[in-house]
């Protein structure tokens, strides 16, 4: 909230102009008043008062009601100015994530799936007036969080997300069938979809063809993201005796045509990650093609301050009166 002082009649300051004009004729009527005296000696008027000296206070003190009569009329305020923010087109967002153990490979640091769960992190940080929701699939999908606007249960959820939750594979079908699940009820003018895979279909009783058409039907839009390096990946390969993974070099494998398919299909856009500045401009890119619209309310509240400087001017013409008809009576 801000608070600051205002003027609902700026224009009266002109009159301000007058006060050098009123103290000009004052000086030339107490010249014109004024009687001169010769004489030979001062002697004799050394105990006159000082009074006549200060008659000018007299209209000083008038000079003074006057300016203060003059910035009362100018109605100073106190403006208090309370803004309101309402998301007038909100956005539901659904993040689905691969979790399969190809997610472990270190192609990203410090692999990708922890990767991932940073830069979407920051994403959902940057939607305050959204909806996000999780969910997570592997050889089988799952909502990890409904759609909700508490981003703290949203990130907490994320940071709990791990391989071996689920069987391992990549029903990349699952994972965007289940996010349409969550989101085909969805009130909101805007629902998208962002899916993260880092291979290919290989799992699941859900064609991802078939997803994508329950999106089109209930008019969710898919971006979808293929992450992993171009070429070879220090990926697990196998199981060392204490159930650790043993890792290798392996082909990184990417359907890209796919997730090219169903992103153009939905509206969507297909990106690929390769390291961790392009994944992070990756999700900065979805933020800015999705923008939620917020309408911003100002309210304003006046508080009217000019009965003071009329109490101001009310003392001292008071003041200038009593003066005048007591101590200065002799002198007016």
Not at 138 to 144: I, L, N, P, S
Not at 205 to 216: G, M, N, S, V, W
């Amino acid at each position: 909230m801000l608070e600051n002082i205002s003027f609902a009649n700026p224009g009266f300051f002109w009159l301000f102009l007058l006060l050098p004009l009123a103290i000009a004729w004052y000086i030339f009527k107490q010249k014109e008043q004024t009687a001169s005296l010769r004489i030979s000696s001062l002697k004799g008027f050394d105990q006159i008062s000082l009074l006549p000296k200060l008659k000018p206070l007299l209209f000083f003190l008038r000079l003074m009601a006057l300016s203060a009569i003059i910035v009362a009329m100018a109605r100073p305020q106190t403006e208090d100015i309370s803004t309101r923010t309402k998301t007038t087109k909100g956005i539901d967002i659904v993040m689905a994530i691969d979790v399969s153990s190809s997610m472990l490979a270190r192609d990203l640091k410090p692999n990708r799936l922890s990767a991932l769960k940073e830069v979407a992190a920051d994403f959902i940080k940057k939607r305050p007036n959204d909806r996000i929701g999780l969910v997570a699939y592997a050889g089988e999908g799952y909502t990890k969080t409904p759609i909700t606007t508490d981003k703290a249960i949203v990130i907490n959820a994320l940071s709990e997300i791990s391989y071996g939750q689920l069987e391992d594979g990549t029903a990349i079908g699952m994972g965007l069938a289940t996010s349409v699940n969550r989101l085909k009820e969805s009130k909101a003018k805007s629902k998208i979809i962002i899916l993260l895979t880092d291979g290919v279909n290989n799992s699941g009783f859900i064609e991802p063809q078939t997803a994508a058409d329950l999106a089109i039907e209930f008019g969710i839009k898919t971006y979808t993201i293929g992450l992993g390096t171009n070429g070879n990946a220090l990926s697990p390969v196998s199981y060392n005796a204490d159930g650790s993974f043993r890792y290798g070099m392996r082909q990184v494998e990417i359907d890209e045509a796919l997730l090219k398919e169903i992103a153009q299909a939905t509206g969507g856009r297909y990106f690929r990650a390769t390291d961790n500045e392009s994944l992070e401009e990756i999700y900065d890119e979805i933020n800015k093609l999705e923008k939620t619209e917020v309408e911003e309310f100002k309210y304003y509240r006046y508080e009217e301050k000019f009965r003071p400087w009329i109490l101001i001017a009310g003392a001292l013409l008071l003041f200038e009166w009593i003066l005048r008809n007591t101590l200065f009576r002799s002198f007016v």
